[in-house]
């Protein structure tokens, strides 16, 4: 199974809202990485979390991780239909070899 | 343009045919990936290199499955005897390992149909 599953596996809102993806692994990590995918392009890096760290920022981006609960959870503010994307965490072992994990992704859909 | 590159960006094939695929990495890159991604999955990690040395190479998904990065620079994907199933797309990524964590580069991707 995947290391890292994201929730929900979609979500439907309207622009200006704030949307919250959820990611759960199953294994300790170095870090925590957060991916968009938009329809047609390549995989874009967002934002990496190490797991001494709990909360990041990067624009409107705000991404949280709990260790003891072993999630994060990326929240994307004010929305935008540009924010169409899928959304990937990529989850790297601790004591692994920088071999980072996916898992499934969150479909966005931001209704102009 | 100076990011990750992949060629080509389609392939259709008939089945039993060998295909390769090209990735150029961001240059200064030492770490180099290849994925394959299927319909509303995550991308699955392939195998590795660190400059021209190939790390992992035990998630390839078939002994038909083969990467080389002779130089440390570019790298190929070679797919024999395609199957129906190895339809998919091959996505290669490029990272520096500088003690900044891991954040990878990904190309575009190459599509490949397998009829």
């Known amino acids: 199974s995947q290391q890292g599953e994201e929730d929900p596996q979609a979500l439907s809102i309207q622009e200006g809202e704030n949307a919250t993806m959820n990611c759960s692994y199953k294994?300790?990590?170095?870090?925590l990485q957060w991916y968009r995918q938009n329809s047609g392009r390549g995989l874009v890096h967002l934002i990496l979390?190490?797991?001494?760290?709990r909360e990041k920022h990067s624009g409107r981006l705000r991404v949280t991780l709990d260790t003891s609960k072993k999630s994060s959870s990326l929240l994307i503010t004010a929305s935008r239909a540009a924010d169409t994307a899928s959304y990937f965490c990529?989850?790297?072992?601790?004591?692994?070899?920088?071999?980072?994990?996916f898992g499934r992704g969150t479909s966005l859909i931001v209704h102009p | 343009d100076t990011g990750v590159s992949q060629d080509p960006r389609h392939k259709i094939t008939k089945r039993g045919q060998n295909v390769t695929f090209r990735c150029d990495p961001i240059?200064?890159?030492?770490?180099l990936y290849w994925y394959r991604q299927t319909l509303g999955q995550g991308p699955e990690f392939l195998t590795y290199?660190?400059?021209?040395?190939?790390?992992?190479k035990s998630r390839l998904l078939s002994d038909r499955f083969s990467a080389e990065r002779p130089k440390g620079s570019f790298s190929t994907l070679e797919i024999q005897r395609t199957e129906q199933g190895d339809s998919a797309m091959y996505l290669c990524?490029?990272?520096?390992?500088?003690?900044?964590?891991?954040?990878?580069?990904f190309g575009p991707g190459t599509r490949l149909t397998v009829l």
């Open positions: 290199f660190q400059n021209e040395a190939q790390l992992e």
């Open positions: 990529a989850t790297e072992i601790s004591g692994g070899s920088y071999i980072p994990t």
């Open positions: 979390i190490r797991s001494n760290e």
């Open positions: 294994t300790s990590i170095n870090n």
């Open positions: 990524a490029s990272s520096l390992i500088a003690g900044r964590g891991n954040e990878q580069f």
């Open positions: 240059s200064e890159h030492n770490r």
